[in-house]
């Protein structure tokens, strides 16, 4: 049986750029007629996707594979860890969540899981023409070496070349390619094909010294220069994004000020990235009650650890001020763990979350959660509840997703927020989440990505400062966005370092020649339930 050939990216740091780069390669080889397909073997991240078929992997990999023109398959991601407020992590393999473990646990038993991998990727390159392969973190975590699965354990597996990026936003990106390659073994330094500077701002000729000095001192090329990419329109998995997004002023031209709380364990952040491209308004991450101050809506996340983010709002006066702000009659929407803590009495005798067996919400929502049983994970189809001030005559059904392990159930009237009408293909008619007046709760991640529910979010923050309706919902460009991001990459690349690595698979020739069309545009903010 022929395998598919392979391309590894690897970073000198989190955060280097390792996704978008795959991401714009799975495209790229897809406008050549290519069958590529996306793979990271273990993934650790708060941001997760949901599958056809319910499996539950990292983000990236369901934003790879809509790139590639391809369903997200659980082999693209065969692990991924959820941290947990415990100190621990759920572990999900292949789509299934297997329990918690403690760190030391799970460094223990991580030997055992290289079969998992060893074979979701056999199974990706029997099926395609090309799998692009990211890794995790740095290759050159010493400590952790001998036991490692994300980097060069499977670039050997894969008999992968390896392209290592670099951030130079961050600043030190020749110091982490030198080091980088000065701790790798001399074998997994040799499958270093290239070295590629990501998100660099400014003038070429002034990097250009720079860049000769370090393939000389090397004697490995640079493969591209990718530049910083404004206003991207693809889901970001990794929280160090909001580092930048929460360092957002208040601008004074904005007409709508969006508050975000940044919990410790917040998961699917990218449920906010439609608000951020609209106009008129600013979306900020605060992580103290001050800053909540004048916000025209305040939302409160999903979360991975319910009970502890819980915890943390009330030491931060956070919960207070949410409280207060609802007492007022001010917007207030939680989503997923967000709406979980607006509610009541949060059960968890079997410690799955927490290590206390109950906590106690914010009481403004007539819900109750019960941790246990088995995890929801589901593609859902669903309609805005004619109570919600998220609901419009325009409004239809939309796609979302579902991430739970807690199950919601009435603790008195309850007003919902949606009904679900499908859950995984199959019909349904589900209440989801809760209206008390000027809050409003939901399980449904993605909902913010439909143009009606969000025109109806904004169109009722608006009315509420007496400014006149949006002219306009900020949708889509009409270009695709993976078709934006390949076309900046592929001019960033050095064919003559990249096409070798490809070509072999490409129908069209050279890497760089015009690419053929890729087919009608997708969700410019990564798979939603579709």
């Given amino acids: ?62 934003v790879q594979a809509e790139a590639a023109g391809i369903e997200p398959t659980a082999d693209m991601n065969p692990i991924l860890l959820k941290p947990e407020g415990t100190g621990g992590c759920q572990v999900v393999v292949l789509g299934r969540s297997i329990g918690n473990l403690s760190a030391i646990d799970y460094h223990r038993h991580k030997l055992e899981l290289r079969s998992v991998i ?77 070295f590629v500077v990501n998100k660099f ?97 305040v939302i409160v996340p999903g979360s991975k650890s319910t009970a502890s983010d819980l915890s943390w709002l009330r030491e931060r006066g956070i919960a207070d001020a949410i409280v207060a702000r609802a007492r007022a009659g001010l917007p207030v929407l939680g989503i997923c763990g967000g709406c979980q803590m607006l509610g009541g009495a949060i059960d968890d005798a079997e410690h799955l979350e927490s290590p206390h067996a109950t906590a106690h919400g914010l009481d403004l929502l007539p819900l109750r959660t019960r941790f246990g049983g088995r995890k929801i994970t589901a593609r859902v189809s669903a309609m805005a509840g004619p109570g919600s001030w998220l609901a419009s005559e325009a409004s239809g059904p939309f ?67 007496a400014l006149p309706p949006p002219s306009s919902i900020e949708s889509p460009p009409p270009i695709d966005e993976y078709d934006r991001v390949a076309a900046i990459v592929r001019e960033a690349l050095d064919d003559r370092v990249v096409a070798p690595l490809l070509e072999k698979v490409c129908s069209s020739g050279r890497f760089s020649s015009p690419p053929v069309d890729s087919g009608p545009a997708r969700s410019s903010y990564g798979p939603k339930g579709r």
């Fill in 118 to 194: 060893d074979a979701s990727l056999r199974r990706l390159r029997a099926a395609h023409d090309f799998v692009v392969i990211e890794g995790a973190g740095s290759p050159v975590e010493i400590n952790l070496r001998d036991r490692e699965l994300v980097n060069m354990y499977v670039a050997r597996a894969a008999d992968a070349p390896v392209l290592l990026v670099g951030d130079i936003d961050r600043g030190g990106v020749f110091a982490a390619f030198v080091g980088t390659l000065e701790l790798l073994d001399r074998e997994d330094r040799r499958r270093i094909a290239g």
């Fill in 399 to 465: 796609a979302g997703y579902e991430i739970h392990l807690g199950a919601m159930s009435p603790a008195g009237a309850v007003t919902a927020a949606f009904r679900i009408t499908s859950r995984n293909g199959e019909a349904c008619a589900i209440d989801d989440g809760a209206v008390a007046g000027s809050v409003v709760g939901t399980m449904i991640h993605g909902i913010l990505a439909n143009d009606a529910v969000r025109a109806a979010l904004l169109a009722h923050l608006r009315v509420r400062r």
């Fill in 1 to 62: 049986m022929t395998l598919a050939r392979t391309l590894m990216v690897q970073g000198t740091t989190s955060s280097a750029g390792k996704s978008l780069l795959v991401t714009a390669l799975c495209r790229m080889l897809r406008q050549r007629g290519v069958r590529v397909a996306p793979f990271k073997s273990q993934n650790m991240a708060l941001n997760a996707a949901v599958t056809a078929d319910g499996s539950e992997i990292g983000r990236a990999q369901a």
């Fill in 201 to 297: 701002r400014g003038d070429r000729a002034l990097l250009q010294p720079g860049l000769d000095e370090l393939a000389l001192r090397t004697g490995i090329p640079v493969a591209g220069v990718v530049p910083y990419i404004p206003r991207l329109r693809i889901a970001e998995e990794d929280s160090l994004s909001l580092d930048e997004r929460s360092r957002r002023a208040r601008p004074t031209t904005a007409e709508l000020d969006i508050c975000v709380v940044r919990l410790p364990y917040i998961s699917n952040h990218d449920d906010f990235e439609p608000l951020e491209h609209e106009a008129g308004l600013v979306v900020r991450f605060p992580e103290t009650a001050a800053d909540l101050a004048g916000a025209d809506l």
